[in-house]
């Protein structure tokens, strides 16, 4: 059928890409001028791997990613280890596939070039959607051009802002969780070799505060994500914002934290608002449904955001394919993938408060207690979004 897309990140190009496989004929509305993506790593692990190989990206995933050997989490201050996930052979051992550490641009470039492989035409680029409604017949999506479009279906891949949400949910705006993120890139050889961080996603935890890091590019870059708990700011991820007020958020840091903060370039450091959103179990209505940030947006401490938005591409695409009525199928995806999302996205809001406890000895009982590696691997890794049972 025809289906129309609005949104062409992450989510909203797998999903079209997954779909225009089977056969649809899939249009992306996308609201930019020039497609891209901004941001810097993003982190895949086997569950979202599944998915993007049999979209044809393994040779993108092997050229341009990294496979760490672990997640550690460690103390701000003197890089004390308090708890290990391992990653490298161990995961693709139990998993089946591996994880991998890539540039965002390089996911996004590497997923147009797949959908646009299936349908030259899929991408339409300057198309600003402004309402959707819907009748029996079909959905309507109308632009700020004042053209419409009228489609059997249409799935609202557009963010945290979505502008399709407030068809299926609500028109209650996101809720900022009083944490900001910085966001910057340090090339590897810039880094004294003595500091550079091990081949792993560190997390460096500490009081109202903590910074990850790890490699993309084939190692050539090292990605640092820092999240501090600070007043409200501009929700953008293309605001730059001091140096020295990064510098001030990680004083007293790690060395090797310390020597990122010191060789990055100084222009280049980006800060963001962080949002959220109580996660809801009402995904769709007859002719519209929604994936991604549009309907669970995800806090970044589990590093399964993006991840979360692949599996929901996979399942959408699976479930369309049933044997039954559209919205039939839409109901099918929905009470399949609402309860995962949602706790994904409780357990990354707990995540925030497990790394800011201030107290060494109380972080050390909070991670034994909560056993991260028992928990990823008894249920977030094993899930195989091309063959788990649709309900």
Not at 50 to 78: I, N, Q, S
Not at 200 to 210: D, L, M, V
Request: aromatic share 8%; with cysteine.
């Amino acid at each position: 059928m025809d289906i129309a897309i609005i949104g062409a990140g992450i989510g909203g190009l797998a999903a079209a890409a997954s779909l225009a496989r089977q056969g649809h004929r899939v249009r992306v509305y996308e609201q930019a001028a020039e497609l891209g993506e901004v941001g810097a790593a993003v982190q895949m692990s086997a569950n979202a791997v599944k998915v993007l190989y049999a979209l044809g990206l393994k040779p993108t995933l092997e050229a341009r990613g990294v496979k760490p050997l672990a997640f550690e989490f460690r103390r701000f201050d003197d890089g004390e280890l308090l708890h290990t996930v391992p990653l490298g052979p161990a995961h693709e051992a139990a998993h089946g596939h591996p994880y991998y550490q890539i540039h965002r641009v390089d996911l996004h470039n590497a997923l147009a070039d797949a959908l646009r492989a299936l349908d030259p035409d899929a991408l339409q680029l300057g198309r600003r959607a402004v309402a959707v409604d819907e009748a029996p017949e079909h959905a309507r999506v109308r632009f700020a051009d004042g053209a419409e479009v009228h489609t059997p279906l249409v799935i609202g891949a557009d963010g945290i802002k979505s502008v399709v949400r407030r068809h299926v949910v609500d028109e209650a705006p996101p809720v900022f969780t009083g944490q900001v993120a910085w966001r910057l890139s340090v090339a590897t050889e810039r880094l004294p070799a003595g500091l550079r961080p091990p081949l792993a996603s560190t997390i460096w935890c500490g009081p109202r505060n903590h910074a990850v890091m790890y490699y993309m590019r084939a190692g050539a870059l090292l990605n640092f994500v820092g999240c501090v708990e600070r007043p409200w700011e501009e929700e953008s991820w293309t605001a730059r914002q001091p140096w020295a007020e990064l510098d001030q958020d990680y004083a007293g840091w790690h060395p090797m934290v310390r020597a990122v903060i010191e060789h990055a370039d100084r222009d280049q450091c980006y800060r963001w608002a962080l949002n959220n959103r109580q996660p809801v179990m009402r995904w769709s209505t007859p002719r519209v449904a929604l994936l991604g940030d549009a309907v669970h947006p995800t806090l970044p401490y589990m590093a399964q955001g993006a991840a979360m938005a692949i599996e929901d591409a996979a399942v959408l695409a699976r479930a369309l394919a049933l044997d039954a009525p559209l919205h039939e199928a839409l109901r099918s995806y929905e009470r399949h993938r609402a309860p995962r999302a949602a706790r994904v996205v409780r357990e990354s809001n707990e995540m925030a408060e497990l790394y800011h406890i201030a107290d060494a000895a109380e972080m050390r009982r909070a991670f034994h207690d909560r056993d991260i590696a028992a928990s990823r691997n008894g249920w977030l890794y094993p899930y195989d979004p091309l063959t788990a049972p649709l309900l």
